[in-house]
């Protein structure tokens, strides 16, 4: 038997060898160990305070005991009783706000996929300055929403808002400053802004999903006289399909849940034609000090939107089985 021979066979040498792992308990607890971090930090800012929130929905957390929870007394559904009868001043502003969330959701959620789509179509085939024009739409998204909104708010203003100089002042479009962030204008206001600031999300999700269609399709369909909008039609949307219904439901679960929007706007005074439905929790917790009926109409939210959710993803599931 040769040297070489020799030492392959020798214990040091068949330790050097690449072999099976020794430590199998490792590999099998390693990802379960990069997971604890993102499980502990979800727990502690979302199911704990989510958690928190049913219990307090359930006792009369007022302003006296807010020193010492745990001695406040239990109420059990009369928070929700209080929140859903809408023969009383706090069921019948939480319908309102309601009314006023679901226009504006729907609204802004049409509006913000009919631009996004408009865009991203348009921007779809090369030519020169793409880019440029691709990055100057994203600007709202990239913007922090704090700065954003409140550069809308000055913008805004009835006597110094650069709105109204643009439509009164150059254009004559009116003959008296209309208020936009008082009356019957606060919805328009909260809509123009919440669509400024979400229709590059969907401009963003649209175009990444026509990248993934082939352009011979779009060829193939061109030689066979489709035109511009029946390729959009036949070829464009079905392709889209699966991003459309992820899109759709982000969008509204987003806009309805949209809380920095109308703060940051209106202030803690909003007008009656604004009061989305999480500002008007926020302002029944934090002003008449009654965290109990917050924490109800919260979880109201919250299993509102569950249900939604549910009922949506049941429905495009049936659909797309049926597809």
Partial sequence: MSVATAEKTTPAAKARKPGPDRRPGLSRKLPYLLLAPAVLLELLIHIVPMLVGIWMSFVKLTKFFIANWSAAPWA???????????????????????????????????????????????????????????????????????????????????????????????????????????????????????????????????????????????????????????????????SLRPVNLVLVLVLFLWTFSDFNTPYVLFGTAQPPAGDLITFHIYNASFLTWNFGSGAAMSVLLLIFLMIVTGAYLIVTGRRSRRA
């Fill in 76 to 238: 059990g559904l009369k928070n929700y009783s209080v929140a859903v009868d809408v023969h009383n001043a706090v069921g019948e502003g939480l319908l309102k706000s309601f009314g006023v969330t679901v226009v504006f959701s729907l609204v802004t959620v049409v509006l913000s996929w009919c631009l996004g789509m408009a865009a991203a179509v348009a921007l779809q085939p090369p030519f020169k300055g793409r880019s440029a024009i691709r990055t100057l739409f994203l600007v709202p998204y990239a913007l922090p929403a704090y700065a954003g909104i409140l550069t809308w708010n000055f913008m805004l203003q009835r006597d110094t808002g650069a709105v109204n100089h643009i439509l009164v002042d150059n254009l004559g479009l009116a003959s008296d400053r209309p208020f936009w962030l008082l009356g019957g204008n606060a919805l328009t206001s909260l809509i123009v802004v919440a669509l400024w600031k979400l229709w590059p999300f969907a401009f963003l999700t649209l175009m990444a999903g026509l990248q993934s269609i082939p352009r011979d399709v779009y060829e193939a369909a061109s030689v066979d006289g489709a035109g511009s909008v029946r390729q959009w039609r036949n070829i464009t949307l079905p």
